[in-house]
């Protein structure tokens, strides 16, 4: 079942906020009075609930999830879709400089919302802070200018980079290598990976230094191993099961829909990690087409860039691509089968 978000702010702190209509945390949270069945923006005119009659809720999406309709006073809802607008336009400006960059508090100003109210969109949103979103431009930046041949140097310049140890602490987190080592196509990483019998067929997960790099589904493991070599050409790739056996029960973990610590070691463009963001922040037994996970990441017409991105995905259940479908209803595609993609969705569909 989808979980509520938490509140990041005691409920006491929330409720002076409401008592004293503060503007500064309409976006923050929003509270729903019980005996009315309406919930509202914290600056909200309208006369004061008791407080037993009151609960908080991190989002409206939240209140309205759990039975609540907006206020047509201070109007909660039309907020946060210019909440939506506020970080797409916040998305427009991290990509027109991708060398530079901005601080939350200059970007906050540029699109008319506080730094704390940004940051917290920008998260819901994207799955990811500004800072990260800034530094995955930066790195697809990096990495696009190795890939042309061009030395690491230059490409650390070229990338906004102010020195080479930026880039090694930057770079590493998302190359899950040295840049060096990217520039020779990964050559001497090293892969470990196993593959285990699951309800959905056989099971494969990879993992490297920071993190799990893939989990893909199939009927047979010598397909699935050859598979994952053909992605890593020039890493190391061994077979390691009781070292990568605790990988291998988060996975199982969250496609029972239970939370379990996954690190990630996700390898892609920066338009690939802003879609992969989002399909994580699709609620468990929730369902989204590729027209509005491609809206989420202010990309309205990107819908068939978002199913590359999906396509492109070598995280199966972790990255939740099976959760985006067409947009009349119909599957779509699914890169481990299309009967899978129908299985898993059956499974998360609330009963």
Known sequence: ??????????????????????????????????????????????????????????????????????????????????????????????????????????????????????????????????????????????????????????????????????????????????????????QGERIRFTTVSSELGRLLVAAAARGVCAVALGADDAALEKGLRAEFPRAEVARDDAGVRPWVRAVVRRLEGAPAPLRMDLRGTAFQLRVWAALRAIPYGETRSYGEVAAVIGEPGASRAVARACAANRLALVVPCHRVVRGDGGLGGYRWGLSRKRRILDRERPL
Not at 2 to 10: C, D, K, S, Y
Not at 15 to 26: E, H, M, N, S
Not at 168 to 182: K, N, W
Request: hydrophobic residues 40%; contains cysteine; positive net charge.
């Open 1 to 186: 079942m989808p979980q509520r978000a938490e509140l990041a702010m005691p409920e006491d702190a929330a409720w002076r906020a409401v008592l004293a209509r503060d503007r500064g945390r309409d976006g923050a949270f929003v509270y729903a009075v019980r005996t009315t069945g309406v919930y509202c923006r914290p600056s909200c005119p309208s006369r004061r609930p008791r407080r037993e009659n009151v609960s908080f809720f991190a989002t409206a999406a939240g209140a309205e999830q759990a039975g609540y309709r907006a206020c047509a006073r201070c109007g909660p809802a039309a907020g946060r879709a210019a909440a939506r607008e506020a970080v797409e336009r916040a998305v427009a400006i991290l990509e027109a400089r991708p060398d530079r960059r901005i601080a939350l508090g200059e970007l906050a100003h540029r699109v008319g919302m506080s730094p704390f109210h940004l940051q917290r969109t920008f998260r819901q949103s994207l799955g990811v802070s500004p800072r990260a979103f800034q530094d995955a431009l930066r790195l697809a930046r990096f990495k696009s200018r190795v890939r042309q041949g061009e030395p690491v140097g230059l490409a650390t310049y070229e990338a906004g980079y102010g020195s080479s140890r930026g880039l090694y602490e930057s770079a590493r987190a998302g190359l899950g290598m040295t840049p060096a080592t990217y520039r020779k196509g990964g």
